[in-house]
Protein backbone atom coordinates (compact mmCIF):
# COMPACT_ATOMS: atom_id res chain seq x y z
CA UNK A 1 0.00 0.00 0.00
CA UNK A 2 0.64 3.61 -0.18
CA UNK A 3 3.61 5.13 1.76
CA UNK A 4 1.73 8.47 3.83
CA UNK A 5 3.34 10.66 6.07
CA UNK A 6 2.31 13.46 8.47
CA UNK A 7 3.91 16.63 9.36
CA UNK A 8 4.07 17.32 12.27
CA UNK A 9 3.93 14.28 14.63
CA UNK A 10 3.02 16.63 17.06
CA UNK A 11 2.78 19.87 18.74
CA UNK A 12 1.88 22.22 21.81
CA UNK A 13 0.18 24.98 20.43
CA UNK A 14 -1.64 28.12 22.36
CA UNK A 15 -5.32 28.65 21.89
CA UNK A 16 -5.82 31.00 19.59
CA UNK A 17 -3.56 30.18 17.13
CA UNK A 18 -3.63 28.23 13.93
CA UNK A 19 -1.74 24.91 12.69
CA UNK A 20 -1.18 23.72 9.13
CA UNK A 21 -0.98 19.66 9.48
CA UNK A 22 0.47 18.16 5.98
CA UNK A 23 -0.17 15.24 4.37
CA UNK A 24 1.83 13.50 1.97
CA UNK A 25 1.61 10.26 0.14
CA UNK A 26 4.17 8.80 -2.53
CA UNK A 27 1.68 7.83 -5.25
CA UNK A 28 -1.30 9.59 -6.88
CA UNK A 29 -4.15 9.00 -4.80
CA UNK A 30 -7.82 10.85 -6.45
CA UNK A 31 -9.21 10.93 -2.74
CA UNK A 32 -7.53 11.81 0.78
CA UNK A 33 -9.56 12.09 3.58
CA UNK A 34 -9.14 13.57 7.16
CA UNK A 35 -10.40 12.41 10.67
CA UNK A 36 -10.38 13.45 13.79
CA UNK A 37 -9.66 11.37 16.71
CA UNK A 38 -10.41 12.09 20.13
CA UNK A 39 -8.61 10.48 23.20
CA UNK A 40 -10.22 7.35 23.63
CA UNK A 41 -12.89 7.65 21.20
CA UNK A 42 -13.32 6.87 17.32
CA UNK A 43 -12.34 8.04 14.47
CA UNK A 44 -14.67 10.86 12.87
CA UNK A 45 -14.55 12.17 9.41
CA UNK A 46 -13.96 16.03 9.35
CA UNK A 47 -13.87 16.30 5.60
CA UNK A 48 -13.14 14.68 1.99
CA UNK A 49 -10.71 15.87 -0.27
CA UNK A 50 -10.54 15.72 -3.81
CA UNK A 51 -7.82 17.04 -6.08
CA UNK A 52 -9.02 19.65 -7.97
CA UNK A 53 -12.30 20.41 -6.05
CA UNK A 54 -13.52 22.10 -2.80
CA UNK A 55 -13.40 20.01 -0.05
CA UNK A 56 -16.75 18.07 1.48
CA UNK A 57 -17.17 18.67 5.05
CA UNK A 58 -19.41 17.05 7.63
CA UNK A 59 -21.76 17.84 9.49
CA UNK A 60 -20.58 20.00 12.74
CA UNK A 61 -17.17 20.67 10.47
CA UNK A 62 -17.02 24.29 8.87
CA UNK A 63 -14.11 25.64 6.29
CA UNK A 64 -13.37 28.67 8.16
CA UNK A 65 -12.20 26.00 10.67
CA UNK A 66 -10.91 23.79 9.47
CA UNK A 67 -9.60 25.05 5.86
CA UNK A 68 -8.26 22.35 3.71
CA UNK A 69 -5.92 22.38 0.80
CA UNK A 70 -5.23 19.86 -2.10
CA UNK A 71 -3.12 21.11 -4.29
CA UNK A 72 -1.90 17.63 -6.40
CA UNK A 73 -2.52 14.02 -6.20
CA UNK A 74 -0.18 13.26 -3.51
CA UNK A 75 -0.39 16.32 -1.00
CA UNK A 76 -3.28 17.62 1.12
CA UNK A 77 -2.84 20.05 4.19
CA UNK A 78 -5.59 20.60 7.15
CA UNK A 79 -5.72 23.32 8.67
CA UNK A 80 -6.89 24.16 12.73
CA UNK A 81 -8.01 27.47 12.82
CA UNK A 82 -8.42 29.60 15.98
CA UNK A 83 -7.65 26.43 18.27
CA UNK A 84 -8.97 26.22 21.70
CA UNK A 85 -8.31 23.18 24.14
CA UNK A 86 -11.50 21.06 22.50
CA UNK A 87 -9.66 20.83 19.14
CA UNK A 88 -6.75 18.77 21.51
CA UNK A 89 -7.24 15.19 19.66
CA UNK A 90 -5.27 13.50 16.94
CA UNK A 91 -5.57 14.30 13.50
CA UNK A 92 -4.98 11.69 10.62
CA UNK A 93 -5.19 11.34 7.06
CA UNK A 94 -6.28 8.87 5.04
CA UNK A 95 -5.84 7.82 1.06
CA UNK A 96 -8.04 5.71 -0.87
CA UNK A 97 -5.51 4.48 -3.58
CA UNK A 98 -6.71 4.31 -7.32
CA UNK A 99 -6.09 0.66 -7.54
CA UNK A 100 -7.13 -0.32 -4.57
CA UNK A 101 -11.14 0.74 -4.65
CA UNK A 102 -12.27 1.29 -1.09
CA UNK A 103 -9.89 0.42 1.27
CA UNK A 104 -8.34 3.43 3.32
CA UNK A 105 -5.22 3.93 4.47
CA UNK A 106 -3.84 6.02 7.19
CA UNK A 107 -0.96 8.39 7.70
CA UNK A 108 0.73 8.44 11.41
CA UNK A 109 -1.29 10.96 13.10
CA UNK A 110 -0.64 14.53 14.33
CA UNK A 111 -1.07 14.12 17.95
CA UNK A 112 -2.50 18.60 18.97
CA UNK A 113 -2.26 19.71 22.51
CA UNK A 114 -3.81 23.22 22.27
CA UNK A 115 -3.06 24.93 25.97
CA UNK B 1 -26.52 8.83 7.25
CA UNK B 2 -25.12 5.59 7.69
CA UNK B 3 -24.47 4.50 11.58
CA UNK B 4 -22.59 1.64 13.05
CA UNK B 5 -22.95 0.27 16.65
CA UNK B 6 -20.18 -2.06 18.00
CA UNK B 7 -20.20 -4.69 21.08
CA UNK B 8 -18.63 -5.09 23.28
CA UNK B 9 -16.68 -1.87 24.52
CA UNK B 10 -14.08 -4.19 26.12
CA UNK B 11 -13.26 -7.85 25.66
CA UNK B 12 -10.56 -9.53 27.68
CA UNK B 13 -10.10 -13.57 26.81
CA UNK B 14 -7.72 -15.87 27.46
CA UNK B 15 -4.82 -16.65 25.17
CA UNK B 16 -5.82 -19.35 23.14
CA UNK B 17 -9.49 -18.49 23.19
CA UNK B 18 -11.25 -16.90 20.00
CA UNK B 19 -12.74 -13.49 20.44
CA UNK B 20 -16.02 -12.21 18.51
CA UNK B 21 -16.84 -8.53 17.98
CA UNK B 22 -19.83 -7.64 16.24
CA UNK B 23 -21.42 -4.62 14.24
CA UNK B 24 -24.29 -3.77 12.73
CA UNK B 25 -24.89 -0.89 10.74
CA UNK B 26 -28.17 1.42 9.67
CA UNK B 27 -28.01 1.77 5.45
CA UNK B 28 -28.74 -0.76 3.36
CA UNK B 29 -26.81 0.65 0.58
CA UNK B 30 -23.16 -0.01 2.00
CA UNK B 31 -21.48 -2.48 0.51
CA UNK B 32 -17.92 -1.97 1.73
CA UNK B 33 -17.02 -3.30 5.52
CA UNK B 34 -13.63 -3.09 6.60
CA UNK B 35 -11.82 -3.88 9.99
CA UNK B 36 -9.17 -2.07 11.43
CA UNK B 37 -6.85 -2.74 14.62
CA UNK B 38 -5.05 0.00 16.07
CA UNK B 39 -2.81 -0.70 19.26
CA UNK B 40 -1.70 2.46 21.47
CA UNK B 41 -0.27 5.11 19.85
CA UNK B 42 -0.06 3.94 16.29
CA UNK B 43 -2.25 4.43 13.18
CA UNK B 44 -5.50 2.59 12.63
CA UNK B 45 -4.59 -0.67 10.52
CA UNK B 46 -6.69 -2.30 8.30
CA UNK B 47 -6.46 -6.01 8.59
CA UNK B 48 -9.47 -7.57 6.43
CA UNK B 49 -12.80 -6.44 4.99
CA UNK B 50 -15.09 -7.93 3.18
CA UNK B 51 -17.88 -6.91 0.34
CA UNK B 52 -21.64 -7.16 -0.18
CA UNK B 53 -21.19 -9.81 -2.40
CA UNK B 54 -19.66 -12.41 0.27
CA UNK B 55 -20.91 -13.78 3.13
CA UNK B 56 -17.41 -14.94 4.65
CA UNK B 57 -13.82 -13.84 4.34
CA UNK B 58 -10.81 -15.30 6.45
CA UNK B 59 -7.48 -14.37 6.55
CA UNK B 60 -5.22 -16.70 8.86
CA UNK B 61 -6.65 -16.57 12.53
CA UNK B 62 -9.45 -13.77 11.40
CA UNK B 63 -12.27 -13.89 9.96
CA UNK B 64 -15.97 -12.20 8.81
CA UNK B 65 -19.19 -12.80 8.33
CA UNK B 66 -21.61 -10.68 6.67
CA UNK B 67 -24.94 -10.86 6.92
CA UNK B 68 -27.27 -8.57 4.56
CA UNK B 69 -29.79 -9.00 5.47
CA UNK B 70 -30.12 -8.33 9.37
CA UNK B 71 -27.03 -5.58 8.49
CA UNK B 72 -25.08 -7.22 10.82
CA UNK B 73 -21.17 -7.91 10.71
CA UNK B 74 -19.00 -9.59 13.03
CA UNK B 75 -15.06 -10.17 13.24
CA UNK B 76 -13.89 -13.61 14.47
CA UNK B 77 -10.38 -14.06 16.11
CA UNK B 78 -9.38 -17.50 16.92
CA UNK B 79 -6.57 -18.85 19.07
CA UNK B 80 -5.68 -15.76 20.11
CA UNK B 81 -2.12 -14.23 21.01
CA UNK B 82 -0.94 -11.20 23.61
CA UNK B 83 -0.20 -9.25 20.03
CA UNK B 84 -3.67 -9.41 19.34
CA UNK B 85 -4.24 -6.99 21.86
CA UNK B 86 -5.10 -3.74 20.38
CA UNK B 87 -8.78 -1.80 19.65
CA UNK B 88 -10.65 -3.06 17.10
CA UNK B 89 -13.02 -0.86 14.24
CA UNK B 90 -15.89 -2.06 12.19
CA UNK B 91 -16.84 0.71 9.36
CA UNK B 92 -18.85 1.06 6.65
CA UNK B 93 -19.17 2.38 3.30
CA UNK B 94 -20.90 2.55 0.19
CA UNK B 95 -17.63 1.88 -1.62
CA UNK B 96 -15.47 3.90 -4.47
CA UNK B 97 -13.88 6.95 -2.98
CA UNK B 98 -16.81 7.20 -0.79
CA UNK B 99 -16.84 8.39 3.25
CA UNK B 100 -16.02 5.47 5.92
CA UNK B 101 -18.34 5.59 8.94
CA UNK B 102 -16.29 3.79 12.01
CA UNK B 103 -17.76 1.84 14.77
CA UNK B 104 -17.24 2.99 18.49
CA UNK B 105 -13.94 0.41 18.71
CA UNK B 106 -13.58 -2.79 21.20
CA UNK B 107 -10.76 -2.90 23.05
CA UNK B 108 -9.17 -6.43 23.35
CA UNK B 109 -7.11 -7.45 26.07
CA UNK B 110 -5.75 -11.14 25.38
CA UNK B 111 -4.42 -12.51 28.78
CA UNK B 112 -0.82 -14.82 28.40
Known amino acids: SAVISQKPSRDICQRGTSLTIQCQVD?????MFWYRQQPGQSLTLIAT?????????ESGFVIDKFPISRPNLTFSTLTVSNMSPEDSSIYLC????????????FGPGTRLTVT | GENVEQHPSTLSVQEGDSAVIKCTYS??????FPWYKQELGKRPQLIID?????GEKKDQRIAVTLNKTAKHFSLHITETQPEDSAVYFC???????????FGTGTKLQVIP
Open chain 1, 27 to 31: SQVTM
Open chain 2, 91 to 101: AASLGGYQKVT
Open chain 1, 94 to 105: SVEENSRRSEQY
Open chain 2, 27 to 32: DSASNY
Open chain 2, 50 to 54: IRSNV
Open chain 1, 49 to 57: ANQGSEATY
